[in-house]
């Protein structure tokens, strides 16, 4: 098998459910989808799941599927602390919870948010299904899925489940929840109703996919994997001496490393830490972070404690900034912690890979991370706490620049082959025929 046939395979949606299907009976079917998505975080939020959402949509709509879009007000948007609670964009229409969210920085504001969005939710769903007959739901809060669930048992509803994370696992992972607490048990057994009733199950990773066919065997052949995306017309390669931001922040003449997204406790920090202790007298070297998160206070402390110099942090960017932002670097870099590798996948990685840059991607052994970076021959892959091997890297790239062009010409491809919104938007949409039938 070429390298290239081991990428198709590796990154395309595993649809063997459709297997048995004729094609002909998908032909046309778009036009009858009637899809009520809901989801928590949607433009004008800045959060990436929004972001995605947002782009996945309006791909769907040009191909003929009518969709309505529920969500809630706006938690991480810069300029607009409430927005319109019903809103025609095009051929999608959206509607907004009339409720502002409450503290979404802290934890126990998350949760209370989450809550009130997933009763909001349900008033909304109830009432459509008697117009709508598929309903998409996101882990955007992690206990959305159960509405399809119950409007399936009381409306007939079919439902199609995108789970970003797993919980209880995640939580459970992160010592937030005991693996057999009542509560964990019981959220499993509601998952498990959830799962066996679905049309559909897309997962971002198949680490995660293994994950969830082990807890729900009898899900299995409806799980699909379909990674997330990066749009290569908004983000487009461009040098750091033509680039506003790079400019302004001072990182034209220096290697820049550059992690641009959520700093969150799934994410490993050590790691880059300790490469940026390694590396704090390489004049030339500069590490930037964007972006916020659970850990970012503690990165920022332990970087003043350790007096180093090389650090740069930024807030989140609005989007109209990020084709600058992301291409002020010459590195991108992206983690996942230990134990975390079936629980998430790192949507930051395609928008990372769209900008021409090579990627430097620290994850566990086992990550599928790994191969799929190895395949697109496009960076590198490093073990948690393997922080020597990263400097040595960022040593070689800094010094090696056609190796790094190499390789960021090679991401780039790879996004523009596997991961942009029409290639992936019409995987979502074969899944949504086959919810229809």
């Not at 009858?32 to 949607?42: A, Y």
């Not at 919980?167 to 057994?189: C, E, F, Q, S, T």
């Not at 996919?209 to 729900?216: D, E, F, I, S, T």
């Not at 090679?410 to 290639?423: I, L």
Request: net charge positive; glycine share 6%; with cysteine.
């Amino acid at each position: 098998m070429t390298q290239s046939e081991r990428v198709q395979q590796f990154v395309q949606s595993d649809l063997k459910s459709l297997q048995h299907i004729d094609v002909r009976d998908f032909l046309g079917i778009e036009r009858f989808i009637k899809l009520s998505v809901i989801t928590q975080f949607f433009p004008p939020d800045f959060a990436a799941t929004g972001q995605l959402i947002d782009e996945l949509v309006r791909h769907l709509e040009k191909q003929g599927v009518d969709i309505e879009v529920f969500t809630g007000q706006p938690g991480y948007a810069f300029k607009t602390a409430k927005a319109p609670t019903v809103e025609q964009s095009g051929g999608l229409k959206i509607k907004r919870s009339c409720t502002t969210q409450l503290f979404p920085q802290r934890i126990r504001g998350k949760a209370i948010n989450g809550i009130l969005f997933t009763l909001r939710a349900a008033l909304y769903l109830f009432n459509a299904a008697r117009r709508r007959n598929v309903a998409l739901l996101t882990t955007a809060p992690p206990f959305l899925p159960v509405l399809g669930y119950l409007a399936h048992i009381l409306f007939g509803l079919s439902y199609v489940c995108i789970l970003y994370d797993l919980y209880p696992d995640i939580a459970i992972a992160l010592n937030v929840l005991p693996k057999h607490h009542w509560i964990a048990r019981i959220w499993r057994g509601v998952n498990r109703q959830v799962l066996k009733k679905a049309k559909g199950i897309i997962v971002l990773s198949p680490a995660m996919k293994r994950q969830v066919a082990a807890q729900c065997p009898e899900a299995a052949h409806k799980i699909s994997v379909i990674h997330s995306w990066a749009n290569p017309d908004f983000i487009v390669p461009m040098e750091k001496e033509d680039n506003w931001f790079a400019h302004q922040h001072d990182l034209v003449s220096k290697f820049t490393v550059l992690y641009s997204g959520n700093l969150g406790r799934c994410h490993d920090i050590r790691t880059m830490l300790e490469t940026a202790q390694y590396l704090q007298d390489e004049e030339n070297i500069q590490f930037v972070c964007i972006g916020g998160g659970a850990k970012r206070d503690e990165l920022i402390q332990q970087v003043h404690q350790l007096g180093l110099k090389n650090f740069l942090f930024l807030p989140y960017q609005e989007k109209g900034v990020l084709p600058y932002s992301l291409t002020a670097c010459d590195l991108s870099l992206v983690s996942v912690d230990p134990g975390m590798e079936n629980l998430v996948a790192p949507s930051k990685l395609y928008p990372a890979l769209a900008t021409g840059r090579p990627v430097a991607v620290v994850c566990p052994e086992h990550s599928y991370l790994k191969q799929l970076i190895a395949d697109g021959n496009c960076g590198s892959t490093f073990e948690n706490t393997d922080s020597v091997g990263l400097a040595e890297f960022i040593r070689l790239l800094s010094r090696d620049r056609k190796l790094a062009e190499k390789m960021g010409q090679a991401a780039r491809d790879y996004v523009e082959c596997y991961f942009t919104p029409q290639v992936i938007s019409k995987q979502y949409l074969r899944v949504l025929q086959e919810a229809m039938l």
